[in-house]
């Protein structure tokens, strides 16, 4: 059986160990990998959350590994040129050398780095560049770089051992890992970091979003005008405002459309009252939306 072994640098990263175990010793999970702790000594291991983690093993359980795993530790020091010369044993061996977060630092450290590409955590990008040679990408999830792979900071490793899980077993495989973890199936590793974006006011959600867009139905807007308007990226704008009714375009497309009909029926209106702009066609709004925002099928003619 394929064995995954984690290097846990003190102090180890809590959530940085802690993805490694879920993705390949979840018991909630078909057995497909062989998992194991090990640290510069056996015995145990502080993390930076203030308690201490159980190494069953030390630096030799590297010596059987199929793939080396690296949490992120702080602070970024030396690990020692035993932890590095076991790492490069490994490498040499043909394991599988992973980093998850500023575990690249250890990487960096053994020369497994040395002139390749790598990700680690955006915030200590620019001190690994400085540090070691190596080609550092800020902008990603994950960087594979063959039979070394490094990942961004913190969740971003959930990603690449998911992936790894995928090269391993397959795509059916790597789905039920991230259902059991509830989480994406696949995000793409050249995917930004982070996104400097303002957010909505807490409550606010897309109410303004909505009103505004009201004010506005003679416009042709876009997905992209609404996310703009609400400070969201277009995607996010499209999760989050999965409820039909509450969708800033469909309600939209509901008042282009309840306008004629309004204006068909004044005696449903206060007298002087007029209906909003159409701004649309009704057949436009059956080919943006699939069925008419009055719930009703057009006439046959």
Excluded: N
């Amino acid at each position: 059986m394929h064995a995954v072994v984690a290097l846990a640098l003190p102090a180890v990263e809590a959530f940085d160990l802690a993805i490694p175990a879920q993705v390949f010793a979840d018991p909630g999970l078909p057995r497909r990998y062989e998992f194991t702790v090990c640290a510069p000594a056996a015995g145990l291991v502080r993390s930076t959350a203030g308690f201490s983690v159980q190494a069953e093993h030390g630096l030799e359980a590297l010596a059987a590994a199929d793939t080396v795993v690296v949490p992120g530790y702080l602070p970024l020091e030396d690990p020692g040129e035993g932890v590095c010369s076991a790492l490069r044993q490994a490498a040499a061996r043909g394991a599988r050398m992973v980093s998850v977060c500023t575990g690249a630092f250890a990487l960096a450290a053994a020369g497994l780095l040395d002139h390749r590409r790598a990700a680690t955590h955006w915030q200590y990008a620019g001190l690994l560049a400085d540090r070691y040679p190596v080609k550092v990408d800020p902008d990603v999830l994950w960087a594979d770089e063959g039979e070394v792979l490094t990942s961004a900071g913190l969740a971003a490793g959930i990603d690449l051992c998911v992936e790894l899980v995928r090269a391993d077993h397959g795509s059916e495989a790597a789905v039920s890992v991230a259902r059991r973890l509830v989480v994406a199936p696949h995000r793409d590793g050249g995917q930004a970091q982070w996104l400097e974006r303002p957010l909505p006011a807490p409550g606010e959600g897309l109410a303004a979003t909505c009103q505004w867009a009201l004010e506005h139905l003679a416009d042709p807007l876009s997905i992209a005008d609404l996310a703009r308007h609400a400070g969201w990226a277009p995607r996010t704008l499209a999760r989050r405002g999965h409820r039909r009714p509450l969708r800033p375009g469909y309600r939209c497309q509901s008042a282009r459309a309840s306008g004629p009909r309004r204006r068909r029926h004044p005696h449903r209106l206060p007298r002087r009252v007029p209906g909003p702009p159409a701004g649309r066609s009704r057949g436009r709004i059956l080919t943006t939306s699939g069925s008419p925002p009055t719930g009703r099928r057009p006439a046959r003619v």
